[in-house]
Nanobody
Framework: QVQLVESGGGLVQAGGSLKLSCVAS????????MAWFRQTPGKEREFVSG????????NYLESVKGRFTISRDNAKKMTYLQMDNMKPEDAAVYYCAARQWGIPIPTTTQEYNFWGQGTQVTVAS
């Protein structure tokens, strides 16, 4: 049974930082492209960042470029999202997603097979 479990969400002041983590189990992690999405009430879930299984390809939502950094550790089956210089508009529930051999990195929810339960990020202005 595949499980993705996010952690690291919380309350941060605008301009501050948070680091999200996602641990995977039940899959051959090193063959999966991993991604972070986010969702706010009444809006569709949007792609934030993705990283291929070998970390050779990474992409970001335009509005987070230069502020967010995605990374992974295949040995630990972990995916991370370092979020710096956060803005109130970054507040959302953040989800970890997995898609085997996703290349180019998929950016729509339909292209991902597995999802975590989400972690809430709140940014105080």
């Amino acid at each position: 049974q595949v499980q993705l479990v996010e952690s690291g969400g919380g309350l941060v002041q605008a301009g501050g930082s948070l680091k999200l983590s996602c641990v995977a189990s039940g899959l051959v992690f090193s063959t999966y492209t991993m991604a972070w999405f986010r969702q706010t009430p009444g809006k569709e879930r949007e792609f934030v960042s993705g990283i291929t299984w070998n970390s050779r390809s990474i992409n970001y939502l335009e509005s987070v470029k230069g502020r967010f950094t995605i990374s992974r550790d295949n040995a630990k089956k972990m995916t991370y999202l370092q979020m710096d210089n956060m803005k109130p508009e970054d507040a959302a529930v953040y989800y970890c997603a997995a898609r085997q051999w996703g290349i180019p990195i998929p950016t729509t929810t339909q292209e991902y097979n597995f999802w975590g339960q989400g972690t809430q990020v709140t940014v105080a202005s």
